[in-house]
């Protein structure tokens, strides 16, 4: 079946500690994005890619750093430079096409804590 | 850049009540617009979509939404709510020429058996 696969599901992390987030899609789509989820804040941009080897910043971009050398790989990492990374964060892709009929497929979330 | 707004922010309902939950948007272009669905400890699930014609559009497990140009609106609505539609709901446009979607603060919805 094609989908997202985000890993681990839970992570722990101490202060001061660099951390991966994994997102791995097998759907072909050309766009990924990683989003942060807080309780009464929605879903917040954190960075995005259309094409392997370039992305964007999103609207909360600090403190994080993404990759994408495969079209199928997005990782995400949350340096020691973010100031409340406690958060459940969430991959999605899309095709790029704006006139597609698709929406875009998330991830099943990564919930990081800061111990 | 545009923005979303959903004005409910918690919604407690009992069963077969009716539901109806608000989305506005800023944009004022052309806009495709989504309704997505996500159940406790399950992700995000698209519920609905808006592209192009009949501005009421059909979803899944019974809902539906209606895009009002005028208004800048795209209010989600089921007749009769179950206990099983507990979940947080969030609103999605994505503008023009643009595939980045911009999301609303989410509603979160419970229902009461």
């Known amino acids: 079946d094609g989908g997202i696969t985000q890993s681990p599901k839970y992570l722990f992390r101490k202060e001061g500690q660099n951390v991966t987030l994994s997102c791995e899609q097998n759907?072909?789509?050309?766009?990924m994005y990683w989003y942060r989820q807080d309780p009464g804040q929605g879903l917040r941009l954190i960075y995005y890619?259309?094409?392997?080897?370039?992305?964007q910043k999103g609207d909360i971009a600090e403190g994080y750093s993404v990759s994408r050398e495969k079209k199928e790989s997005f990782p995400l990492t949350v340096t020691s430079a973010q100031k409340n990374p406690t958060a459940f964060y969430l991959c999605?892709?899309?095709?790029?096409?704006?006139?597609?009929?698709?929406?875009?497929?998330f991830g099943s979330g990564t919930r990081l804590t800061v111990v | 850049a545009q923005s979303v707004s959903q004005h409910n922010h918690h919604v407690i309902l009992s069963e077969a009540a009716s539901l109806e939950l608000g989305c506005n948007y800023s944009y004022g272009g052309t806009v495709n617009l989504f309704w997505y669905v996500q159940y406790p400890g399950q992700h995000l699930q698209l519920l609905l979509k808006?592209?192009?014609?009949?501005?009421l559009v059909k979803g899944i497990k019974g809902f539906e939404a209606e895009f009002i140009k005028s208004k800048f609106s795209f209010n989600l609505r089921k007749p009769s709510v179950q206990w099983s539609d507990t979940a947080e709901y969030f609103c999605?446009?994505?503008?023009?020429?643009?595939?980045?979607?911009?999301f609303g603060r989410g509603t979160s919805l419970i229902v009461h058996p």
């Open positions: 808006y592209f192009s014609g009949d501005p």
């Open positions: 999605a446009v994505k503008s023009g020429g643009s595939y980045i979607p911009t």
């Open positions: 890619s259309q094409i392997v080897n370039d992305f």
């Open positions: 999605a892709s899309s095709p790029l096409n704006p006139g597609t009929e698709d929406g875009y497929t």
């Open positions: 759907l072909n789509h050309d766009a």
